[in-house]
Nanobody, 120 residues
Framework: QVQLVESGGGSVQAGGSLTLACEFS???????MGWFRQAPGKEREGLAA???????KYADSVKGRFLIDKDVARNKLLLHMSNLQPEDTAMYYC????????????????WGRGTQVTVS
């Protein structure tokens, strides 16, 4: 059974940085793992995907500011976020078991419960 647990969220001032971690266990088969976020009243947005071949893709909204990475030894998917802005305030989710383009919510089979990021 796949389990995903996010951590690292918190409150930060505009221009600051945070690193989110997603500890995963079980068989996270699929073509990719990814990070999403959802702000109040908005749809869940795909931010970054890490493919099984090591390639990555980013949403335009975070390109150049966010970096997705995997700590294989610790079974963690990471999201390094810099130059955070108030519009980055959202609940951030880790996803696994992705396929297809790996950009859409319905392309993933496993989800964590999220970690809150607030930028003021």
């Amino acid at each position: 059974q796949v389990q995903l647990v996010e951590s690292g969220g918190g409150s930060v001032q505009a221009g600051g940085s945070l690193t989110l971690a997603c500890e995963f266990s079980g068989s996270t088969y699929g073509n990719c793992m990814g990070w999403f976020r959802q702000a109040p009243g908005k749809e869940r947005e795909g931010l970054a995907a890490l493919y099984s071949d090591g390639s990555v893709k980013y949403a335009d909204s975070v390109k150049g500011r966010f970096l997705i990475d995997k700590d294989v030894a610790r079974n963690k998917l990471l999201l390094h976020m810099s130059n955070l802005q108030p519009e980055d305030t959202a609940m951030y989710y880790c996803a696994a078991g992705g396929g297809g383009t790996c950009r859409e919510e319905d392309e993933y089979s496993h989800w964590g419960r999220g970690t809150q990021v607030t930028v003021s």
